[in-house]
């Protein structure tokens, strides 16, 4: 679970390179920056829908593993295109975008229920230490994320 949250605070690496890559290589006005951004981070606001699939509609018998590893492959192929800069049409690059939020928005709804469950376990001080636990992993990812970004843009 600790490797999702890193890997959501790491988001942030993804998306400063991909303001830097609209102002700096596409050109775009800040205007137009935000309404591509906006369509980008529009799957996080089905995280419930995502939770509702994950848990009323398995896959081969299982409820959340295959969807995280489904996600996790998922996230992964809609990156690949991007990487060897070859791509400089905006809609392109917002969709591959959208698509990789979308999975990466799914898994963090899963792995949320995961933690739930996990607190359940520890009536006394579950919630409280696996909370912690995880804000810790996605404030390591976040500051990595920002780093990497900032001395790679």
């Given at each position: 679970m600790m490797v999702s949250y890193f890997i959501q605070g790491f988001k942030v690496f993804i998306d400063l390179s991909v303001m830097d890559l609209f102002k700096s290589y596409l050109m775009l006005e800040?205007?137009?920056?935000?309404?591509?951004?906006?369509?980008?981070?529009?799957?996080?606001?089905?995280?419930?829908?995502?939770?509702?699939?994950?848990?009323?509609?398995?896959?081969?018998?299982?409820?959340?593993?295959?969807?995280?590893?489904?996600n996790g492959l998922f996230q992964f192929v809609f990156l690949v295109p991007l990487i060897p800069d070859l791509i400089y049409n905006k809609y392109i690059i917002t969709f591959f975008l959208t698509i990789y939020a979308t999975n990466v928005a799914f898994n963090d709804a899963i792995v949320d229920a995961l933690m739930v469950m996990q607190a359940r376990r520890d009536h006394k001080h579950g919630s409280e230490d696996l909370n912690s636990y995880s804000w810790l992993w996605l404030a390591i990812g976040g500051i990595v994320g920002s780093i990497s970004a900032g001395y790679l843009t």
């Open positions: 800040p205007a137009e920056m935000q309404v591509l951004s906006s369509i980008v981070n529009f799957p996080w606001s089905l995280k419930v829908a995502y939770g509702l699939i994950a848990d009323n509609v398995p896959i081969c018998g299982s409820r959340r593993r295959i969807y995280v590893a489904i």
